[in-house]
């Protein structure tokens, strides 16, 4: 694949899932094809090589996929709720004082099936494969697991 600078990956949103989607994330080429009336393959190839493939069959013509972005619990598997986020930088706080503060946070995108009314989840990938792990939060017999992330700090909402 190439560098994420020469690469338009594709957006948050819905899909129309005619007789041929190919969609591009961070690090994972997806497919889907009609290989019937009433069936669809997937095919998922990450930057590592591994590949995921699922036949989904459907019930109408009228089937939509949906990318959204999910928090970054399910990979390598969905083992807590809890998300670790370690800050590059301390901050201190004065006593009776608060900060509001913004940190660029992983994140996973979602990968849904639309069928009318229902959104059944189908699949999900991590933006960043290679630092995905889990921390323990606490005492090792009392305390929590979670996703661990190094995160830095944003100036503002927008960065």
Not at 24 to 50: C, H, M, V, W
Request: hydrophobic share 35%.
């Amino acid at each position: 694949m190439s560098t994420a600078s020469e690469t338009t990956f594709s957006n948050y949103g819905i899909y129309d899932l005619g007789d041929n989607l190919e969609l591009l994330l961070p690090n994972t080429l997806i497919t889907f094809q009609r290989i019937s009336d009433d069936a669809f393959s997937y095919f998922r190839e990450d930057s590592e090589g591994k590949i995921i493939e699922k036949i989904i069959p459907v019930k109408s013509n009228d089937v939509k996929i949906k990318l959204v972005p999910i928090p970054p619990l399910n990979h390598p598997a969905k083992r807590t709720n809890y998300v670790f986020l370690k800050l590059d930088k301390e901050i201190h706080l004065g006593e009776n004082s608060a900060a509001s503060i913004f940190v660029h946070c992983p994140i996973e995108i979602g990968i849904f099936l639309i069928y009318g009314d229902n959104h059944e989840p189908l699949d999900w990938v991590t933006c960043n494969p290679l630092n995905s792990r889990f921390g323990l939060y606490g005492s090792p017999d009392t305390g929590k697991l979670c996703k661990y992330a190094e995160v830095s700090l944003a100036t503002d909402y927008d960065d």
